[in-house]
């Protein structure tokens, strides 16, 4: 079976600004200051943010599973502001999905704010399609979230 999962968040901040974070390794910093003990710590194994790049991510401690994903950065239009990864190794593939793709889309929303679109798409045997109720977007939201406050207070958030 084939799914997915979509969640947006209005940031006050320009797309313009929201995109070269998402857009660029930046997100990456992003991640490993501020939200090491919830998203984990990524690091580059090879490229520069463009598609091909990979990255590995460690999980917390205590996440369930392999402890790990790599990612390849499969898409990255400037002009629609859209990012694609995909899991090559680990992560939910580990758990027996064939496909687990994130789509970020950055959208203009006014002059002084803008929405970025986070977007889940998975595929699961329809053996295993109990395995579906899993997949959700609250750590893709607390990124975007993230993002947003780093962009508007330029300091961690609380
Ligand atoms: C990816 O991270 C995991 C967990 O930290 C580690 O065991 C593995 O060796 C890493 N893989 C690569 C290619 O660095
Ligand atoms: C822009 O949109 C945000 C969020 O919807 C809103 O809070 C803000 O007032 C808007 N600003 C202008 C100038 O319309």
Redesign the pocket.
């Known amino acids: 079976m084939h799914g997915l999962v979509v969640a947006n968040t209005v940031v006050a901040a320009t797309a313009c600004s929201v995109w070269d974070i998402y857009g660029s390794l930046q997100v990456v910093t992003i991640i490993n200051t501020f939200l090491p003990d919830v998203l984990g710590t990524v ?1 580059v ?1 090879e490229g520069d943010g463009q598609v091909g790049t990979l990255l ?1 991510v ?1 999980f917390p401690l205590g996440t369930p599973g392999v ?2 994903m ?1 990612e390849k950065i499969t898409k990255v239009n400037y002009k629609k502001r859209v990012k694609e990864t995909q899991t090559i190794e ?1 992560g939910f593939l580990a758990l027996g999905f064939k496909r687990y793709i994130t789509q970020y889309k950055i959208i203009e929303n006014n002059f002084t704010s803008s929405i970025i679109r986070s977007t889940i798409k998975y595929e699961v045997d329809d053996k295993l399609s109990n395995l579906a109720s899993i997949v959700n977007t609250k750590l893709v939201e607390t990124l975007a979230e993230t993002v947003g406050k780093y962009l508007t207070e330029k300091k961690a958030p609380p």
Request: charged share 25%.
């Open positions: 690091k194994l590995n460690t402890g790990y790599k680990g």
